[in-house]
């Protein structure tokens, strides 16, 4: 069953077209990556995806909620990290408290940050403020979970705690589209790949077709990001 799609999507910033006619599907279950060089429209497509900004033309069809993980967890500085997760499911959703709270406290145990829950995001990890965020994501029960570049704000020493997380999600058919730099990671974790350059879908298909492609600006790209550079 299809969760989420995207059909024809244009977007233009200050006379700039970001993406140029984007149409893409997430079926339930999936696990989709999306990779290209910066300014490619990765983070636009979450970011139209999610509702943060307005796509010029095209439609997109949600079948359920949608949630989000940021590259810089966005987590409110003010409260605490039991807080940060169960404020949006008791405001937002109007859920019964007992309900949002025992769930809450089972997000951090999956997370291993069950002595955390008094913390404030100050007196955590970049890895572990992350890890509230996902859990925050998930506490609203989304159908769908988006990532924007998860790892790219921490030291790359707290990057495999993440990893693991979204792989242990994925293990649980948690339906997510992920746009990473991480490349061995959406090779291992991805059904589908899709590689953005300059707007446009320049390949998609499994793990195996993308990384095989023989598409010019995939493997320029790959061979920049085996030297470190892209």
Same mark, same amino acid.
């Given at each position: 069953?299809?969760?989420?799609?995207?059909?024809? /999507?244009? @977007? $233009?910033? !200050?006379?700039?077209? %970001?993406?140029?006619?984007?149409? #893409?599907?997430?079926?339930?279950?999936?696990?989709?990556?999306?990779?290209?060089?910066?300014?490619?429209?990765?983070?636009?497509?979450?970011?139209?995806?999610?509702?943060?900004?307005?796509?010029?033309?095209?439609? /997109?069809? @949600? $079948?359920? !909620?949608?949630?989000? %993980?940021?590259?810089?967890?966005? #987590?409110?500085?003010?409260?605490?990290?039991?807080?940060?997760?169960?404020?949006?499911?008791?405001?937002?959703?109007?859920?019964?408290?007992?309900?949002?709270?025992?769930?809450?406290?089972?997000?951090?145990?999956?997370?291993?940050?069950?002595?955390?829950?008094?913390?404030?995001?100050?007196?955590?990890?970049?890895?572990?403020?992350?890890?509230?965020?996902?859990?925050?994501?998930?506490?609203?029960?989304?159908?769908?979970?988006?990532?924007?570049?998860?790892?790219?704000?921490?030291?790359?020493?707290?990057?495999?705690?993440?990893?693991?997380?979204?792989?242990?999600?994925?293990?649980?058919?948690?339906?997510?589209?992920?746009?990473?730099?991480?490349?061995?990671?959406?090779?291992?974790?991805?059904?589908?790949?899709?590689?953005?350059?300059?707007?446009?879908?320049?390949?998609?298909?499994?793990?195996?077709?993308?990384?095989?492609?023989?598409?010019?600006?995939?493997?320029?790209?790959?061979?920049?990001?085996?030297?470190?550079?892209?």
């Amino acid at each position: 069953m299809k969760l989420f799609e995207m059909k024809h /999507i244009k @977007k $233009n910033f !200050d006379g700039l077209e %970001v993406l140029k006619d984007i149409s #893409l599907d997430v079926e339930e279950g999936e696990v989709l990556s999306i990779i290209g060089p910066s300014g490619s429209g990765k983070s636009t497509i979450l970011r139209c995806a999610t509702g943060l900004e307005t796509p010029d033309s095209g439609e /997109i069809i @949600k $079948n359920g !909620d949608v949630g989000l %993980v940021f590259q810089q967890f966005n #987590l409110f500085p003010h409260f605490s990290v039991l807080k940060n997760i169960v404020d949006a499911p008791l405001k937002v959703q109007k859920r019964k408290k007992d309900e949002v709270y025992a769930q809450a406290r089972s997000l951090f145990k999956k997370m291993g940050l069950a002595d955390k829950e008094k913390a404030y995001p100050f007196q955590l990890s970049g890895g572990q403020q992350q890890r509230v965020s996902i859990a925050r994501a998930l506490c609203m029960n989304p159908k769908i979970l988006f990532f924007d570049e998860p790892t790219s704000a921490l030291d790359p020493e707290l990057t495999g705690e993440i990893l693991k997380v979204i792989k242990d999600l994925a293990q649980e058919h948690i339906t997510m589209v992920i746009v990473t730099h991480e490349m061995n990671f959406a090779r291992d974790i991805s059904d589908r790949i899709i590689f953005m350059d300059k707007g446009v879908i320049a390949v998609e298909g499994t793990p195996q077709e993308v990384f095989s492609s023989e598409n010019g600006r995939m493997k320029e790209f790959l061979g920049k990001f085996h030297q470190g550079m892209e």
